[in-house]
T-cell receptor, first 114, second 105 residues
């Protein structure tokens, strides 16, 4: 199993541009999570899906952020328009049977907004 | 909402010394998970505790879940340089701030 796959690994974008982060969860996992990690705020849960349906998006910072999961093998996190304060490492994680089992994290996308 | 607090924020030890990190939740948890993140890496799942008062061991690592299921600890005996990293507890998908461990050879 290739694990959770995220792309791109690194992204540098100018402020105001649209950014799209992508995630392929582990096959068979029915939960998918998006996290943001910064020194100041640590690991923040942004949103999670169960069977492709968004369950809790209370961690999404504001309307500039949106996430979709069109099928069981793909999810996107979009920021439009991007701002310098969005700079962070964004992790995608997946798990089976929700929070009762460990999450498998992807390698993350290091996003820099200049 | 639910918060998971973790202390200490940093811990620097001499190789061979013990290390402990503590986690407290503002609400009762059905389970608690522990993760390790190496510098520049991603969090890696270590273990999940489910039962009140549960104690689990993985070699030199000992994990405990409090009787009230609101606190937990991770203890490492005789640290090694390979233990370097940040240790996180997590409950209901929410992560503590982590304890960053550095080990001096």
């Amino acid at each position: 199993d290739a694990g959770v796959i995220q792309s791109p690994r690194h992204e540098v974008t100018e402020m105001g541009q649209e950014v799209t982060l992508r995630c392929k969860p582990i096959s068979g996992h029915d939960y998918l999570f998006w996290y943001r990690q910064t020194m100041m705020r640590g690991l923040e849960l942004l949103i999670y899906f169960n069977n492709n349906v968004p369950i809790d998006d209370s961690g999404m910072p504001e309307d500039r952020f949106s996430a979709k999961m069109p099928n069981a093998s793909f999810s996107t996190l979009k920021i439009q328009p991007s701002e310098p304060r969005d700079s962070a490492v964004y992790f995608c994680a997946s798990s089976w049977a929700g929070r009762n089992y460990g999450y498998t994290f992807g390698s993350g996308t290091r996003l820099t907004i200049v | 909402g639910q918060q998971v607090m973790q202390i200490p924020q940093y811990q620097h030890v001499q190789e061979g010394e013990d290390f402990t990190t503590y986690c407290n939740s503002s609400t009762t948890l059905s389970n608690i998970q522990w993760y390790k993140q190496r510098p520049g890496g991603h969090p890696v799942f270590l273990i999940q505790l489910v039962k009140s008062g549960e104690v689990k061991k993985q070699k030199r690592l000992t994990f405990q879940f409090g009787e009230a299921k609101k606190n937990s600890s991770l203890h490492i005996t005789a640290t090694q340089t390979t233990d370097v990293g940040t240790y996180f507890c997590a409950g209901r998908g929410r992560f503590g701030a982590g304890t960053r461990l550095t080990v001096k050879p």
